[in-house]
Antibody, heavy 117, light 111 residues
């Protein structure tokens, strides 16, 4: 069965960077785009971008341009999302999800990122 | 790209039907048939309930149905059950530089 397993919770200081991983199993990793979505505490969902695991091509939301980098390592079926220059508003649960017909199909369990000095 | 507009809350009694609206523009909901709906229980990851406006992934109850008219999409839950109490989000592909946008979210309460 399809599984996306994300890395554990992180605590970062303002100005630092965070790197979240998403390990895929149960399907052909290079066959489906992988999206990143975040959710601040008590808030709604926010789309961050996607990566084509086959080509490495990415598409980032305008709000994150210049601060987010999505990469992948096909040898271990793992995608990564790095967010730099963290501010308090970046505190959120970060999710990865596979794509089906331009919808987010299978989701990871989420990674809590806390930003605190 | 502004978030799609959803009612903050909708409630209904067990067995009733409820409908959640999702209003966008001609650049997103009205311009594409890539509207999806997600259910999220507290502390859990979202779950895809509807994709391409009205398609259900396997395993999703047929009590959930989706539709669209103009710039507004809708999710209907029929035969409301206690387990349907959750937050629901719509999403749409867009023609803007940010290709996906989510709705503001709707809390469904089963009375």
């Amino acid at each position: 069965q399809v599984q996306l397993v994300q890395s554990g919770a992180e605590v970062k200081k303002p100005g630092a960077s965070v790197n979240v991983s998403c390990k895929a199993s149960g399907y052909t990793f290079t066959g489906y785009y992988l999206h990143w979505v975040r959710q601040a505490p008590g808030q709604g969902l926010e789309w961050m971008g996607w990566i084509n695991p086959n080509s490495g091509v990415t598409n980032y939301a305008q709000n994150f341009q210049g601060r987010v980098t999505m990469t992948r390592d096909t040898s271990i079926s793992t995608a990564y999302m790095e967010l730099s220059r963290l501010i308090s508003d970046d505190a959120a649960v970060y999710y990865c999800a596979t794509e089906r017909s331009r919808a987010a199909d299978y989701w990871g369990q989420g990674t809590l990122v806390t930003v605190s000095s | 790209q502004s978030a799609l507009t959803q009612p903050a809350s909708v409630s209904g009694s067990p067995g009733q039907s409820i409908t959640i609206s999702c209003t966008g523009t001609s650049s997103d909901v009205g311009g594409h048939n890539y509207v999806s709906w997600y259910q999220q229980h507290p502390g859990k990851a979202p779950k895809l309930m509807i994709y391409e406006v009205s398609n259900r992934p396997s395993g999703v109850s047929n009590r959930f149905s989706g539709s669209k008219s103009g710039n507004t999409a809708s999710l209907t839950i029929s035969g409301l059950q206690a387990e349907d109490e959750a937050d629901y989000y719509c999403s749409s592909f867009t023609s803007s530089s940010t290709p996906y946008v989510f709705g503001t979210g709707t809390k469904v309460t089963v009375l």
